[in-house]
């Protein structure tokens, strides 16, 4: 009824005004024992609400701490690594069935645990949605790969394009574009051999199948596109 009742538009100074509301809401004493521990049960619900794009009405159940306790863990599995240095790249080729050659690499990013085991990214997924983490992680790959790509170079072999994968958050940065180029240029490396695929993590353990790229993005593509090198929708 709240949420109903919102939806009737306001009229101020001759002006109609259009509200909304996300509810989260905890019920004693199926989800909690006490006032404290219920608005904690309310609050993980509305932020399960925003979470899933804001308006709308969301009971607690118990799957939602699980999933704020997952997350919690991934981005703390992010800073430790990033600390460590523990992230790694590695190459996966792509090959014309034709030809039978290799026609580019795919820079795909891993890391090892304690137990040097290497592990996906899919353990830290939502650093993905982390602004300054997923930044920090996306410049630790890219030194790797131009790294790589002049060491490559230096031994006289074949260079193919590789693709580096850069998720949504890092475009909220005005300038990624020419951070991106300015390091690329500190290698030397013609701007045809890299390119560039867009991947987005859904609930912090699923790759997005798809993704469309927001209209503010559109300047950063632009400047990629004038420079030769190409983005993928992944």
């Known amino acids: 009824q709240i949420l109903q009742q ?3 538009p306001i009229t101020f100074s001759g002006n109609y005004i259009n509200g909304g ?17 219920l608005l904690k049960c309310a ?3 509305l932020n399960d609400v ?3 794009g804001r ?16 997350q919690s863990e991934q981005l703390n599995c992010a800073h430790q690594i990033i600390r460590n240095v523990a992230i ?12 039978e050659r290799i026609i580019c690499y795919e820079a795909l990013l891993r890391w090892r645990d304690d137990q040097n085991n290497i592990q996906s990214p899919a353990r830290i997924a939502a650093a993905f949605n982390d602004y300054e983490l997923s930044s920090r992680i996306g410049e630790i790959m890219q030194h790797q790969v131009f790294k790589q790509i002049t060491e490559w170079w230096a031994k006289g072999l074949h260079i193919v394009p590789i693709s580096i994968n850069a998720a949504p958050v890092e475009f909220m940065r005005d300038n990624f574009a020419e951070i991106f180029l300015k390091r690329l240029k ?13 991947t987005e993590y859904q609930n912090y353990t699923e790759l997005y199948s798809w ?8 300047s950063i593509f632009f400047i990629f596109l004038s420079r030769g090198i190409f983005h993928k929708l992944f």
């Open 6 to 8: 919102l939806e009737i």
């Open 21 to 37: 509301m996300s509810i989260g809401c905890g019920l004693y004493p199926d989800d909690a024992n006490d006032l404290s521990e």
């Open 186 to 198: 500190s290698y030397r490396i013609p701007s045809k051999f890299v390119e560039i695929e867009v």
């Open 55 to 70: 308006g709308g009405m969301r009971m607690f159940d118990q799957d939602m701490f699980n999933a704020v306790r997952e």
């Open 88 to 99: 790694e790249a590695f190459f996966q080729p792509k090959v014309c069935l034709d030809s």
């Open 50 to 52: 925003k979470a899933q």
């Open 43 to 45: 609050d993980t619900a």
């Open 211 to 218: 993704f469309t790229i927001p209209a503010a993005f559109a």
